[in-house]
């Protein structure tokens, strides 16, 4: 799938917010934190069961993510800081999420083969999903301290990384809004929780031809 070559895309499409938030002197880092904000009530709206209202704020939390960069380029004020705590509030957002679901007790694997389980199968299922999804990302800075990416390019490290992995990020936010706006969030957990895990797989792989 690997939808990441399409930010610069989605980016442009958003660049009048971008704008907007530069004249009222809005910085990253505080779009950053709104997207933080924006998450963590998305996280809180998906453990009540309010689905479709907590992927409104999934949403809003994708829109302010992607402007964060695009302001801080139209105001040069990209720092060190703010590309690390970018990424810090991406894992944030993926976790509190994926983990609102799970506290929401919503039946993702309890009927099997008409086999009734217990609840702790389907936390088990999204343990495996926040798992799958922050060890999907956590391989691309190891890879960067050990092997020493440093390269940037639009104020991202360049890495042949980036377009390895068929379900990133983006595809994790995408496949819980559909999931969210469509009543069948327990589908999109079993997606995420497989296709997070495989890609990370993918991504070790090609380090091990790339590097061994």
């Known amino acids: 799938m690997n939808i990441t070559a399409l930010r610069p895309r989605f980016k442009d499409y958003l660049e009048p917010l971008a704008a907007i938030a530069a004249n009222l002197g809005i910085t990253p880092n505080q779009l950053s934190l709104l997207s933080l904000l924006s998450g963590g009530g998305a996280a809180l709206l998906y453990s009540l069961r309010f689905f479709f209202a907590g992927t409104i704020l999934l949403l809003l939390s994708g829109v302010f993510d992607l402007v964060d960069g695009s302001v801080a380029r139209r105001t040069d004020n990209k720092t060190n800081f703010g590309a690390v705590f970018d990424w810090i509030v991406d894992k ?3 976790g509190l999420v994926l983990l609102g679901v799970g506290l929401s007790g919503i039946q993702i694997i309890s009927w099997v083969q008409f086999v009734v389980l217990p609840p702790i199968a389907d936390f088990g299922v999204v343990t495996i999903a926040i798992i799958g999804s922050l060890m999907n990302t956590f391989i ?5 301290a050990e092997v020493g990416f440093s390269e940037r390019k639009n104020g991202k490290i360049d890495d042949p990384l980036e377009g390895v992995g068929f379900f990133g990020r ?3 936010v995408l496949v819980l809004v559909v999931g969210g706006l469509t009543g069948f969030i327990w589908i999109s957990i079993l997606v995420i929780a497989v296709c997070t895990n495989l890609s990370a ?3 070790i792989l ?7």
């Open 206 to 212: 090609y380090l091990y031809r790339e590097l061994a």
């Open 140 to 144: 691309k800075p190891v890879v960067y």
């Open 170 to 172: 983006p595809e994790t």
């Open 201 to 203: 797989v993918q991504r």
């Open 92 to 94: 944030y957002v993926d």
